[in-house]
């Protein structure tokens, strides 16, 4: 018994000793070069979806190092003076901070004059050259804003706003494309979860895309935290654009009713025949509030050429008299209904709606011919179909 005993002993042992060898790690030794002033310890700040979130290391001789558990697919890292830096600091100084892509292995971090001036060597090195070659064009696009947003007209002057915005969207329009062309092309690499959980988020990424990255990461037989944030980022985005496509341009628009603010039910068909703008908006939403007054010239505008808009609140039961109040102080004067359910509103999530302002709008014959339609944009719309 006493044999069997040790023998069991010694077969835990020697399982655990074959589990330690095949968990996973990384090291990052890092050197800070000609950094002034030099700090007395470095952070390494985790992505939101690892269960560790801040690890520091002492600063000695202007080196330091870092070392923790990871899968076989890279994750991104920051690496920071501080844990948490203010944001309008870190857009002024960007030398406060960079940005790493670390994979299994030892890794040479090393940081020349700024923090974000880095340099990998060693496990990590192609894994993060290719990574920022992905993202050159985007990464100069927004040093360049960054630049052009401490200038003094860029705070005072809208049209040196307008205008660096738009430099910056069409610089760095070309990622998604870059990112997805990637992936289809290495769906094994360490970088295709990291890359398929930043497209996740990308509002150009349509459903079909979204489905591929979906069969293409969950083909490979890898499990990693990173892996499975974006599966689950991804499977949430095409569910979202299967019921947006029902509620697409040229899709028939679900009836709903609900009631006014005198407690009486509005329906949406009652109004065919009609062009309708379906209005999803709150009292407590700026945007919402900001296009109002857009939203009251169309009305008068259009109105008496065969035009309606439907106000849908997502005020909750709390903010009943809130609604009543903007109502009146924007001068909406157009039917206005509410189940008062927030962002639970029963005709919301019919038509998809993830963000306001949103809004539908529907033919005559109730056909959906046009969705979020904001400043000129919702003028032209009129113009085209009502003149």
């Excluded at 080196?63 to 920051?78: L, Q």
């Excluded at 890794?107 to 060597?121: A, I, P, Q």
């Excluded at 289809?184 to 988020?201: E, I």
């Excluded at 990255?213 to 689950?232: D, G, P």
């Amino acid at each position: 018994m006493k044999k069997l005993s040790i023998a069991l002993a010694l077969l835990v042992v020697s399982c655990n000793a074959v589990s330690a060898q095949n968990v996973s790690r990384f090291v990052i030794n890092g050197v800070l070069k000609n950094v002034k002033p030099m700090p007395d310890k470095v952070f390494l700040i985790y992505p939101k979806y690892e269960s560790k979130k801040v690890d520091s290391s002492d600063v000695v001789n202007g080196t330091y190092k870092f070392t923790g558990e990871i899968g076989n697919d890279a994750i991104p890292f920051t690496l920071a003076f501080g844990p948490e830096p203010e944001m309008m600091a870190a857009r002024q100084h960007l030398d406060i901070q960079a940005d790493l892509i670390i994979v299994k292995g030892e890794t040479n971090v090393v940081s020349d004059g700024f923090m974000y001036n880095v340099t990998e060597t060693g496990a990590s090195a192609e894994a993060d050259r290719q990574y920022k070659q992905l993202a050159e064009k985007s990464s100069r696009a927004m040093r360049d804003w960054l630049e052009t947003a401490k200038s003094p007209f860029f705070l005072t002057r809208n049209s040196v706003r307008v205008q660096a915005n738009k430099k910056y969207q069409q610089e760095a329009a070309y990622l998604p494309d870059a990112y997805y062309t990637f992936i289809k092309q290495h769906p094994t690499s360490p970088l295709t979860p990291l890359l398929a959980n930043n497209l996740s988020s990308n509002r150009s990424v349509d459903k079909g895309r979204t489905d591929s990255l979906i069969t293409i990461l969950s083909s490979v037989n890898e499990k990693s935290t990173i892996r499975t944030e974006a599966l689950t980022k991804l499977q949430t985005k095409s569910d979202q654009l299967a019921k947006e496509m029902v509620v697409s341009a040229g899709k028939p628009a679900p009836d709903f009713s609900q009631n006014d603010v005198n407690g009486n039910p509005v329906k949406l068909s009652s109004f065919r025949g009609k062009y309708v703008l379906i209005d999803f908006w709150a009292s407590w939403c700026a945007p919402c509030r900001a296009e109002n007054p857009n939203v009251v010239k169309a009305y008068a505008k259009y109105h008496d050429k065969n035009f309606e808009i439907l106000g849908v609140s997502l005020d909750n039961e709390s903010a009943k008299n809130a609604w009543n109040e903007a109502i009146k102080k924007d001068g909406l004067i157009w039917p206005q209904v509410s189940d008062l359910k927030g962002w639970k509103n029963e005709a919301a999530k019919l038509y998809a709606v993830t963000g306001i302002p949103q809004n539908f709008l529907i033919d005559p014959k109730g056909q959906i011919i046009a969705t979020n339609l904001r400043g000129e944009a919702l003028n032209k719309a009129l113009e085209k179909y009502l003149n």
